[in-house]
């Protein structure tokens, strides 16, 4: 029988639309836009292989937006490496120190995350927020009950209420006010779920602003997921919120997948069958990965396998990168990298890759990926590692020509007055 077409019974309440300014995948919280699905990694951030890899996999599981910690310089410098190859956009976790979102924002990250319970200085606030305004980021005002402003714990009598988690963010925004920048989500999170749902109804009679909604330190599954989703679900269905993350004690992977079967389940996205995925393109690539993954959705359109398959634009990085992809393609020196599940197992001429990438599907769906992997060509792995070596060779090791963006990272390592 075929799937009833998603559409959701709880209207949603209307907020502002804000961007994150991904340049090939820019992602809309607010307004009329999809609710979305975020994740976070759990690798450090200097850890670029790491961490793109995570970030890959958790795009592939269906998370819109990924939240990377840049809790020290040597993050944000892995930041500048990450960003330009990542396929969704990033967004960046600040505590405690501004000059990390400062750092952040060098890197080139499409969003920041501020805690107001732990960057209180208003000076520190107003500077973030007018370098966000000048290049057109936006920011994400994550108040948290386990982190909340002392001022605040004290004016409600010790105690954690949602009036002061609104508070908190009604705060921010006055800073924010002061500069002129309004490109704000907001977020109340607490793990008691009671004390988040009431926070976030409170939140949502007095902001416009696009609403992320988690339940912090949910824990592990199967308790983690029954708490988060009895958080997310009830407001979803109140038609409160625009952005939301499963904080589980597990794989993120985990995350992603719950956000987005919570959200299909709702009606509020539709359901996936072939999931496509490209690399945002960066200084590396060898092909137009834009009119190559047209031409492969194009051509998978009407066979809706259950299969993710990726469109890479360089095969320095590609396979690696989307080495979690059933299928995938990397573009290098005229010729297509065709690899399952991150192994090749065969080289095309480049105007044949979207023809092989079909015809590769096909023994995927009917025959497993296992049985895909056996009727590798000889010798494709050794030719695509040649290609790949010598793309290296020509381009060299910084083609995203990240160091300048670290050297402005360090001169952010001055001793200052925080
Ligand atoms: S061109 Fe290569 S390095 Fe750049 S984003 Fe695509 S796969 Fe990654």
């Not at 979690?324 to 991150?342: P, Y």
Request: with cysteine.
């Amino acid at each position: 029988m075929p799937e009833p077409e998603a559409h959701s019974r709880y209207p949603r309440r209307r907020t502002r639309q804000i961007t994150l300014p991904h340049p090939s995948r820019p992602v809309a919280v607010g307004g009329d836009a999809p609710v979305t699905v975020q994740s976070m990694t759990t690798t450090k951030t200097a850890d670029v292989e790491g961490t793109l890899q995570q970030v890959y996999a958790l795009a592939g599981a269906g998370a819109d937006i990924v939240r990377c910690t840049c809790n020290e310089l040597e993050a944000a410098e892995g930041l500048a490496q990450i960003v330009p190859r990542s396929p969704v956009p990033i967004v960046a976790d600040i505590h405690h120190q501004y000059r990390m979102a400062l750092a952040a924002l060098e890197a080139g990250v499409h969003c920041l995350r501020l805690n107001p319970g732990n960057i209180r200085k208003p000076e520190h606030i107003k500077l973030v927020a007018q370098e966000c305004k000048d290049r057109g980021i936006p920011i994400r005002i994550g108040v948290n009950g386990g982190s909340l402003h002392p001022d605040l714990y004290k004016k409600y009598g010790d105690r954690i209420v949602p009036e002061a988690l609104v508070e908190s963010a009604q705060m921010e925004l006055a800073y924010f006010d002061e500069v002129g920048f309004d490109d704000v989500k907001i977020s109340v999170k607490a793990s008691n779920v009671p004390l988040m749902i009431e926070a976030y109804r409170q939140l949502s009679e007095v902001t416009d602003h696009p609403l992320h909604l988690g339940v912090t330190e949910a824990g592990p599954p199967p308790a983690g997921l029954v708490k988060a989703t009895a958080g997310l679900a009830t407001l979803l269905s109140e038609g409160i919120g625009d952005t939301i993350r499963y904080s589980l004690t597990a794989d993120p992977v985990e995350e992603a997948h719950a956000g987005r079967q919570l959200l299909e389940a709702l009606g509020l996205r539709e359901r996936s069958g072939l999931d496509l995925i490209a690399c945002p393109s960066c200084g590396r690539a060898e092909v137009d990965v834009i009119a190559v993954s047209k031409a492969a959705q194009d051509a998978f359109a009407e066979r809706n396998w259950p299969i993710q398959v990726a469109v890479m634009g360089c095969v320095v990085n590609g396979p690696g990168e989307a080495r979690e992809a059933d299928l995938g393609i990397a573009a290098g020196r005229q010729r297509g990298h065709l690899f399952v599940k991150g192994e090749v197992v065969k080289v095309v001429p480049e105007a044949e890759m979207v023809d092989a990438l079909l015809e590769w599907a096909e023994i995927i769906v009917n025959d497993g990926v296992e049985a895909a992997q056996r009727k590798a060509d000889d010798g494709a792995a050794a030719e695509a590692e040649a290609d790949r070596l010598a793309l290296l060779d020509e381009q060299g090791l910084d083609a995203n020509a990240s160091e300048q963006r670290i050297e402005r990272i360090e001169r952010l390592r001055k001793p200052d007055d925080e």
